[in-house]
Nanobody, 116 residues
């Protein structure tokens, strides 16, 4: 059974940092691209960042470039999202995602709240 479990969210002041982690199980982790998404209240879920299977491709939405860094540890089956210089507009529930076969899997999400 594919499982994704996010952790590391919390409340932080603007300009602060948080590190999110996504722990995966139930599939051959190293073979799949993993993505981070977020959903703010009243808004659609949006992609934040992704990292390819070979760790040679990382992608970021424009609004987080230069502030967020995604990384993976295939030995631990984890993908981390280091978030620096956080802004109030980064407030959202953050989810990790994996598409395995024909199915898209999501974790339960972790809340990130950035106060101004």
């Amino acid at each position: 059974e594919v499982q994704l479990v996010e952790s590391g969210g919390g409340l932080v002041q603007a300009g602060g940092s948080l590190r999110l982690s996504c722990a995966a199980s139930g599939f051959t982790f190293e073979d799949y691209t993993i993505g981070w998404f977020r959903q703010a209240p009243g808004k659609e879920r949006e992609g934040v960042s992704s990292i390819s299977r070979g760790d040679d491709g990382t992608y970021y939405r424009d609004s987080v470039k230069g502030r967020f860094t995604i990384s993976r540890d295939n030995a631990k089956n984890t993908v981390d999202l280091q978030m620096n210089s956080l802004k109030p507009e980064d407030t959202a529930v953050y989810y990790c995602n994996a598409v395995v076969g024909l199915s898209s899997y999501w974790g339960q999400g972790t809340q990130v709240t950035v106060s101004s």
